[in-house]
């Protein structure tokens, strides 16, 4: 039997509860799940790749799919080539609303065109469909605590942030 290996990307800048929900219920679903953090200049991050890497893997730890997850990163290239490197079965994608899914939906030609790996998608729980990394940013650069939203150690390290800009 071929295992089921499992590939989630995104910025994770910051990681939000959102983020560690698909990552928890997707990893029920593979023998491997990789959740890769790739870097994406436009973006603006917040945080560089290596610290968004340490946050999420100390979020995961109060997870108990650790033994399942791995967090990867990549600087540049296309998620597709990770995939293949990586003997991928199929990509994880969220949907929060319409608009996800129209740009998942030209996402997800291009992927199996290109590799033949399908997609995978998840919908975000209603309580946290309003939660995206650029909601959370913008958010905190207007000085709002975002902590209901995050794990509890990226709320740490925002302060941490708020606190260096003093």
């Known amino acids: 039997m071929t295992e089921k290996i499992g590939l989630f990307t995104g910025t994770f800048d910051p990681l939000t509860n959102g983020h560690l929900d698909i990552i928890k219920r997707a990893s029920q679903h593979f023998d491997q799940l990789y959740v890769g953090i790739f870097k994406n200049d436009q973006k603006n991050p917040l945080f560089p790749t290596d610290k ?3 946050m999420l893997e100390e979020a995961l730890t109060n997870l108990s ?6 967090v990867i990163k990549h600087e540049r290239d296309l998620t597709v ?3 293949k490197k990586l003997d991928v079965t199929a990509l994880v994608r969220s949907l929060r609303n319409s608009q ?7 996402m997800f030609y291009f992927n199996l065109e290109m ?3 399908e997609t995978l998608f998840f ?3 209603p309580e946290l469909e309003p939660l995206n990394s650029t909601r959370m940013r913008e958010l905190h650069a207007f000085g709002q605590d975002v902590s209901a939203w995050v794990p509890e150690n990226v ?3 925002l302060r941490k942030l708020d606190e ?3």
Not at 100 to 106: G, P, Q, S
């Open 100 to 106: 996800d899914l129209e740009y998942e939906k030209n």
């Open 123 to 125: 919908l975000a729980k």
């Open 115 to 117: 590799t033949g790996i």
């Open 164 to 166: 260096e800009k003093k």
């Open 155 to 157: 709320s740490r390290e």
């Open 81 to 83: 080539n990770i995939a």
């Open 65 to 70: 799919v650790t033994h399942k997850v791995k």
């Open 52 to 54: 968004r890497v340490e």
